[in-house]
């Protein structure tokens, strides 16, 4: 075991986001454009065992989580026993999903140690689905849900970013159906990550406003301990059921950031909002010991700002769109 990452503002990173493909099956207006948009080349993704080779390092530093995710990490070959290598290694995991081929997979994701799943949905008509996704798959998505919550992983969660003039009426409308299926609702703040760089403040709905909304529905009770988890979590109506709201732009939780990012082309990320990366595969390709490799991860986390900046004079959006990064 090696001494733990803690960067220069003493935080300890515990949490790995690690991206298994760019690729993506929807086309999502916030994340992605249409068309155009270049995917990492083959040879240039890490492959099954040198990604369970750098996961290793990242435990021997005290990494104890670790959440799948993409582009869409279905889509990636061979999952199951991806999840089965990263269970050896003793990480919990998580997936974070559009929830298309859930329906096939979750079984088989759930039996190699898949521990709980993130499914994103922002809206619950089928209509507006196509236009928001650019693609008619509203009942996979739904099917991928119940499938999940069918074999055993707990909690299955739900991702809302809602946008103001576009899903931004079904708030309470998702949390009422998210309530009757037993799924765990976290609404979250559009970000400044999308590829064509049209973030508007004016568009993202702020957790303050979407508080408001639901409290006209139903009573919200703060939960306490919230520890390093990026979402605040509610009592609905007394519990035992909860909401949660990412407030990443309005209620930063920089200060207890314990996660670090991993893309598919084995570049080490220590903020979601980073300009900076570290190269991981280089090195792993050119031969270097678990122990340059932890050096490298220690630099890379030793240089972590002490908060995202977005909407500081100087803020810069980074070039990757989310997709590429791992949200
Ligand atoms: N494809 C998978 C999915 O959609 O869940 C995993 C990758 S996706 C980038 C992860 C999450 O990031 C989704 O919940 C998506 O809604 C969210 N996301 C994408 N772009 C975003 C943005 N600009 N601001 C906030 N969340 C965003
Ligand atoms: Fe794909 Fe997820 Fe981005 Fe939508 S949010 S385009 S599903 S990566």
Not at 86 to 97: D, I, V
Not at 162 to 180: C, T
Not at 220 to 232: D, F, I, K, M, N
Request: glycine share 10%.
């Amino acid at each position: 075991m090696r001494a733990p990452l803690v960067d220069g503002f003493g935080r300890v990173h515990t949490d790995l986001r690690l991206s298994l493909t760019d690729r993506c099956n929807l086309r999502c207006t916030y994340c992605m454009p249409a068309e155009g948009l270049d995917w990492l080349p083959t040879p240039e993704l890490l492959t099954d065992d040198e990604l369970v080779r750098l996961v290793g390092v990242f435990a021997s530093m005290g990494v104890r989580t670790v959440r799948l995710t993409g582009g869409e990490p279905l889509l990636r070959r061979g999952l199951p026993g991806l999840v089965a290598r990263l269970s050896e290694l003793g990480l919990r995991s998580s997936l974070t999903t559009n929830g298309l081929g859930l329906a096939r997979q979750a079984q088989a994701l759930r039996d190699a140690g898949l521990n709980r799943v993130n499914v994103s949905l922002d809206t619950l008509r089928p209509e507006r689905f196509l236009e928001l996704t650019r693609r008619d798959r509203f009942a996979d998505v739904v099917e991928g849900l119940r499938a999940a919550k069918l074999a055993g992983l707990d909690p299955v969660k739900v991702n809302t970013v809602l946008m103001r003039g576009v899903n931004d009426d079904e708030a309470a409308d998702l949390l009422a159906w998210a309530l009757e299926h037993g799924y765990a609702l976290r609404f979250i703040e559009q970000m400044p990550l999308d590829p064509q760089h049209g973030w508007d403040r004016a568009t993202m709905v702020p957790a303050d406003e979407i508080l408001e909304v639901l409290g006209r529905h139903v009573a919200l009770t703060p939960v306490e301990h919230r520890g390093s988890a990026p979402a605040e979590e509610f009592l609905v109506d007394g519990g035992p059921a909860t909401v949660g709201v990412v407030g990443s732009v309005t209620r930063p939780f920089c200060a207890s950031c314990d996660r670090l990012r991993l893309t598919a082309d084995g570049q080490v990320r220590n903020c979601l909002f980073a300009r900076d990366e570290s190269d991981l595969r280089a090195p792993l390709r050119e031969g270097a010991s678990d122990d340059e490799l932890a050096e490298r991860l220690r630099v890379a986390v030793a240089g972590k700002k002490a908060g995202h900046g977005i909407g500081e004079p100087g803020f810069v959006q980074p070039d990757r769109p989310m997709s590429a990064i791992g949200g």
